[in-house]
């Protein structure tokens, strides 16, 4: 059997038809917090379970009889280290033979302070004495795309990133990846970088953005304090805006680069360049 926790998200769903292509649905679980948001999946003959990270009482039977796991990571930022630790210790008790974790690109060195949960992650899985692999994903190119209304709406498109490189790559390129280590044999120990193939700057996605609609687009380099003040003066609430501020100046640190082509080579084929998912979004 082969569970993939938080099943219901975007991640979590393209994991599983991935999976699909290759793996009998009676052997992959979906593990999601509301069961009746994935009827879809169970229609298709994937087995669904009900688990909770904020409920502990839930993972142990959605872990039973489970060889492989994937442990995608929490979306509640600030709460992830609780709750991986409640899967993990599930896991544990669960006898599950070997763990998958979806951290964050060079977790150990990096700068964003979003690292910082997925190296608490990370060590937990070395003390739990489960056989584990990382999974450490560069950012999802999706997550700039939904800056492409309001670069449109002011032909700007703001940040903090400076000239940094940034080497993402599409949700589906990344779970494609999960779904190879899965599968495969020997994963246990492993580490892998996992970034895109060709880094561009948000300079570069401005002119993109602009060639590919046909209107003027330019990007705007901000301080920090500035761009966080800009999304707060957007309606984002004042700890999402602080998130996406120290992310951008970690982008121009470097923390979002790679080169080292392990995604490439782990799902064998090049990852979904930056103007295809551009294009889509438009």
Same mark, same amino acid.
């Given at each position: 059997?082969?569970?993939?926790?938080?099943?219901?998200?975007?991640?979590?769903?393209?994991?599983?038809?991935?999976?699909?292509?290759?793996?009998?649905?009676?052997?992959?679980?979906?593990?999601?917090?509301?069961?009746?948001?994935?009827?879809?999946? %169970? *229609?298709?003959? =994937?087995?669904? +379970?009900?688990?909770?990270?904020?409920?502990?009482?839930? @993972? #142990?039977?959605?872990? !039973?009889?489970?060889?492989?796991?994937?442990?995608?990571?929490?979306?509640?930022?600030?709460?992830?280290?609780?709750?991986?630790?409640?899967?993990?210790?599930?896991?544990?008790?669960?006898?599950?033979?070997?763990?998958?974790?979806?951290?964050?690109?060079?977790?150990?060195?990096?700068?964003?302070?979003?690292?910082?949960?997925?190296?608490?992650?990370?060590?937990?899985?070395?003390?739990?004495?489960?056989?584990?692999?990382?999974?450490?994903?560069?950012?999802?190119?999706?997550?700039?795309?939904?800056?492409?209304?309001?670069?449109?709406?002011?032909?700007?498109?703001?940040?903090?990133?400076?000239?940094?490189?940034?080497?993402?790559?599409?949700?589906?390129?990344?779970?494609? %990846? *999960?779904?190879? =280590?899965?599968? +495969?044999?020997?994963?246990?120990?492993?580490?892998?970088? @996992? #970034?895109?193939?060709? !880094?561009?700057?948000?300079?570069?996605?401005?002119?993109?953005?602009?060639?590919?609609?046909?209107?003027?687009?330019?990007?705007?380099?901000?301080?920090?304090?500035?761009?966080?003040?800009?999304?707060?003066?957007?309606?984002?609430?004042?700890?999402?805006?602080?998130?996406?501020?120290?992310?951008?100046?970690?982008?121009?640190?470097?923390?979002?680069?790679?080169?080292?082509?392990?995604?490439?080579?782990?799902?064998?084929?090049?990852?979904?360049?930056?103007?295809?998912?551009?294009?889509?979004?438009?």
């Amino acid at each position: 059997m082969i569970t993939i926790t938080g099943a219901s998200g975007q991640l979590g769903r393209l994991v599983i038809d991935a999976l699909l292509k290759t793996v009998e649905p009676a052997r992959i679980v979906a593990a999601v917090r509301t069961p009746e948001k994935v009827q879809d999946l %169970a *229609a298709r003959g =994937v087995v669904v +379970r009900r688990a909770d990270y904020d409920a502990p009482d839930t @993972l #142990a039977a959605a872990l !039973a009889g489970t060889e492989r796991l994937l442990l995608i990571s929490s979306s509640e930022v600030g709460q992830r280290a609780r709750q991986h630790k409640a899967v993990i210790d599930a896991a544990v008790k669960a006898g599950v033979g070997f763990v998958a974790y979806t951290s964050i690109l060079h977790a150990d060195t990096s700068p964003l302070g979003l690292a910082e949960e997925h190296r608490q992650t990370e060590a937990m899985l070395k003390a739990s004495g489960l056989p584990f692999a990382l999974l450490r994903n560069g950012w999802y190119t999706e997550n700039f795309a939904l800056r492409i209304p309001a670069a449109l709406e002011y032909g700007v498109l703001a940040g903090a990133a400076g000239d940094g490189r940034i080497a993402s790559a599409a949700r589906a390129d990344y779970a494609a %990846a *999960a779904a190879a =280590v899965l599968t +495969r044999e020997g994963q246990a120990g492993l580490v892998y970088e @996992l #970034a895109g193939d060709s !880094a561009f700057t948000l300079t570069d996605l401005a002119a993109v953005i602009a060639r590919q609609s046909g209107k003027s687009v330019a990007y705007s380099n901000m301080p920090e304090v500035e761009y966080r003040g800009l999304l707060e003066g957007a309606g984002l609430p004042g700890w999402l805006a602080a998130m996406l501020a120290d992310s951008d100046a970690g982008m121009a640190r470097g923390g979002l680069f790679d080169e080292g082509g392990q995604l490439g080579a782990l799902i064998g084929r090049p990852s979904t360049p930056m103007a295809e998912t551009v294009r889509a979004a438009l």
